[in-house]
């Protein structure tokens, strides 16, 4: 088709998407569908044309082939959402809106952008009196079309305007809608980098039950899927367990092999799981069950490596085989396992997003946000709900783990996640991120840990000082003098 638009007599969008890729196609049609006018403009206007010839049918869309055309159909004040390219392009198409906005009109963008990049086009945007709102849509391309989890940050005057359309679009759980203002400039954005990070965690953890179950006890993967199905009736509900069963299920129809078995198993990875362990760094978070997710996949890519490891270490090594006697309380210890080290995943991405609000500035409810991630995104899951209560109680938890429900859980499963990266181990199937949660929860439950004797090494190398735990203050000890102890 080559129909051109005609420029718009009146404005009559209350909202426009610029990008219709398959997310910003599938945003326009959630919102024509709940009622919106949708203004419509892509830089290539065959995309716009293809969405209303194959769509048009479904609401109101006001498509145009200019920028120009694009904001005289948009009614004040104008509120476009970007959905292209993240980076260059999404910098591109701000260009062009604030040539074309005036003051008080918001532009968004819902792309997956860096947080730190949205900060500055905030600021950027700002200037010209328009606002500037980086929001975080998590979902893909189904939960885009069919109710997204949301995550908006920018102005309180922006999200007046926006909060009403953007609930009209996202999933609904018991009743509310999966969105929630996060915070100012670049707090959307930062929640969904976050999101990302414990969605790798959450797909590591379920990898290696998998392993054990696959390589260590001997089931099949259809054997498994059947597992994952039951899971998906307990703690564990959620979208990742419940994709896993079909995955799992799922049989090539080349070679009549179960599909994971025919899949290259080299995962690949786009990079937020990368900014949240990057971030986390530079906040001194440790998030490590989702570090040794994104780790975990970047050694699976490591092929040359793998070859040579394989062909040297096999005599004496074990197998991964584990000698599981009692089948069913392996799963269910596995299960066990996986539940607490998914506690742990949590509890650490939280801790990153109240770090990072503290240093940009945020006023972030992780009770909210607890709310909004229980439909419509990845890592929706029956958990969350927990989280929310737990974040709403007189005194918020100073962790996670230490909330009354999860403390409880992490008492009834320790006995099980130690033995089952006990027996990992020592059968020789990989648990990094098992092995990490578990190692983390003993960390903070330690009461000595040897952080003394590091402060001791770097007093000894770098005159660093320590603290004492009789005294206040700095203490350095003369350690290439008479090794007495100065005040520093
Ligand atoms: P893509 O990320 O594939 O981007 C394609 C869109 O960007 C097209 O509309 C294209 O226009 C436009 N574009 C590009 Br490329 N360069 C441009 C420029 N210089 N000026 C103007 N427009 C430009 O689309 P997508 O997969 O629909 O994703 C859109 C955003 O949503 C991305 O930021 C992505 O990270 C995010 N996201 C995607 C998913 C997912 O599941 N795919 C999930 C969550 C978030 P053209 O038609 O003229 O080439």
Redesign the pocket.
């Given at each position: 088709m080559t129909t051109s638009f005609s420029a718009p007599a009146s404005p009559t969008a209350n909202i426009g998407v610029?990008?219709?890729?398959?997310?910003?196609?599938?945003l326009a049609r959630n919102l024509a569908r709940h009622g919106n006018t949708v203004a419509l403009y892509?830089?290539?206007a065959?995309?716009t044309r293809d969405l209303v010839a194959e769509h048009g049918d479904e609401g109101a869309f006001v498509p145009a082939e200019t920028v120009a055309d694009f904001a005289a159909s948009l009614q004040r004040p104008r509120t476009a959402i970007?959905?292209?390219?993240?980076?260059?392009?999404?910098d591109?198409?701000i260009d062009?809106l604030v040539e074309v906005f005036e003051p008080g009109d918001i532009i968004v963008?819902?792309?997956?952008?860096q947080f730190t990049d949205t900060i500055r086009r905030e600021a950027a945007v700002r200037e010209h009196g328009i606002h500037f709102v980086g929001a975080?849509?998590?979902?893909?391309?189904e939960?885009?079309l069919n109710g997204?989890s949301i995550m908006p940050g920018g102005s309180d005057e922006s999200y007046a305007t926006l909060g009403p359309i953007l609930a009209s679009i996202a999933a609904v759980v018991d009743g509310e809608p999966c969105v929630t203002h996060v915070g100012t400039d670049g707090a959307g954005h930062f929640v969904k980098m976050v999101h990302n990070g414990i969605e790798y965690a959450d797909m590591q953890l379920i990898g290696e039950s998998y392993d054990l179950l696959r390589r260590g006890a001997g089931l099949t993967p259809a054997e498994i899927a059947d597992v994952f199905a039951q899971w998906n009736t307990t703690e564990l509900d959620s979208y990742l367990v419940e994709i896993t069963a079909e995955v799992l299920r799922q049989v090539d129809a080349a070679t009549g092999r179960p599909l994971v078995d025919v899949i290259t198993d080299q995962a690949g990875m786009?990079g937020t799981g990368t900014w949240t362990v990057q971030n986390a760094l530079d906040l001194a978070v440790p998030v490590t069950g989702i570090a040794e997710a994104v780790f975990a996949r970047g050694l699976s890519g490591r092929t040359a490596q793998r070859e040579a490891a394989q062909a040297r270490f096999t005599e004496g090594q074990p197998t991964g085989e584990l000698g599981v006697t009692d089948r069913d309380a392996f799963i269910e210890a596995v299960r066990l396992a996986l539940f607490a080290s998914k506690i742990v995943a949590y509890a650490q991405g939280f801790d990153e997003i109240t770090a990072g609000a503290e240093k940009y500035g945020w006023q972030i409810d992780l009770g909210e946000i607890a709310r909004i991630w229980r439909g419509g995104c990845i890592i929706r899951a029956r958990f969350l709900g927990t989280i929310t209560e737990a974040y709403a109680a007189d005194e918020p938890p100073v962790s996670l783990i230490t909330a009354p429900y999860f403390a409880a859980a992490l008492d009834a499963t320790h006995a099980a996640w130690r033995q089952v990266v006990a027996h990992a181990t020592l059968g020789g199937i990989p648990v990094p991120a098992f092995a990490s949660s578990l190692a983390y929860f003993d960390g903070l439950r330690s009461p000595r840990l040897p952080a003394a004797l590091i402060q001791g090494q770097r007093d000894f190398f770098g005159a660093h000082t320590y603290g004492r735990i009789d005294r206040p203050g700095a203490f350095h000890t003369l350690w290439s003098g008479d090794r007495s102890e100065v005040e520093a």
């Amino acid at each position: 088709m080559t129909t051109s638009f005609s420029a718009p007599a009146s404005p009559t969008a209350n909202i426009g998407v610029v990008g219709l890729a398959v997310m910003g196609s599938n945003l326009a049609r959630n919102l024509a569908r709940h009622g919106n006018t949708v203004a419509l403009y892509n830089r290539t206007a065959q995309r716009t044309r293809d969405l209303v010839a194959e769509h048009g049918d479904e609401g109101a869309f006001v498509p145009a082939e200019t920028v120009a055309d694009f904001a005289a159909s948009l009614q004040r004040p104008r509120t476009a959402i970007i959905m292209v390219k993240a980076g260059a392009p999404t910098d591109a198409v701000i260009d062009e809106l604030v040539e074309v906005f005036e003051p008080g009109d918001i532009i968004v963008d819902g792309g997956n952008a860096q947080f730190t990049d949205t900060i500055r086009r905030e600021a950027a945007v700002r200037e010209h009196g328009i606002h500037f709102v980086g929001a975080g849509i998590s979902g893909g391309e189904e939960g885009a079309l069919n109710g997204p989890s949301i995550m908006p940050g920018g102005s309180d005057e922006s999200y007046a305007t926006l909060g009403p359309i953007l609930a009209s679009i996202a999933a609904v759980v018991d009743g509310e809608p999966c969105v929630t203002h996060v915070g100012t400039d670049g707090a959307g954005h930062f929640v969904k980098m976050v999101h990302n990070g414990i969605e790798y965690a959450d797909m590591q953890l379920i990898g290696e039950s998998y392993d054990l179950l696959r390589r260590g006890a001997g089931l099949t993967p259809a054997e498994i899927a059947d597992v994952f199905a039951q899971w998906n009736t307990t703690e564990l509900d959620s979208y990742l367990v419940e994709i896993t069963a079909e995955v799992l299920r799922q049989v090539d129809a080349a070679t009549g092999r179960p599909l994971v078995d025919v899949i290259t198993d080299q995962a690949g990875m786009k990079g937020t799981g990368t900014w949240t362990v990057q971030n986390a760094l530079d906040l001194a978070v440790p998030v490590t069950g989702i570090a040794e997710a994104v780790f975990a996949r970047g050694l699976s890519g490591r092929t040359a490596q793998r070859e040579a490891a394989q062909a040297r270490f096999t005599e004496g090594q074990p197998t991964g085989e584990l000698g599981v006697t009692d089948r069913d309380a392996f799963i269910e210890a596995v299960r066990l396992a996986l539940f607490a080290s998914k506690i742990v995943a949590y509890a650490q991405g939280f801790d990153e997003i109240t770090a990072g609000a503290e240093k940009y500035g945020w006023q972030i409810d992780l009770g909210e946000i607890a709310r909004i991630w229980r439909g419509g995104c990845i890592i929706r899951a029956r958990f969350l709900g927990t989280i929310t209560e737990a974040y709403a109680a007189d005194e918020p938890p100073v962790s996670l783990i230490t909330a009354p429900y999860f403390a409880a859980a992490l008492d009834a499963t320790h006995a099980a996640w130690r033995q089952v990266v006990a027996h990992a181990t020592l059968g020789g199937i990989p648990v990094p991120a098992f092995a990490s949660s578990l190692a983390y929860f003993d960390g903070l439950r330690s009461p000595r840990l040897p952080a003394a004797l590091i402060q001791g090494q770097r007093d000894f190398f770098g005159a660093h000082t320590y603290g004492r735990i009789d005294r206040p203050g700095a203490f350095h000890t003369l350690w290439s003098g008479d090794r007495s102890e100065v005040e520093a």
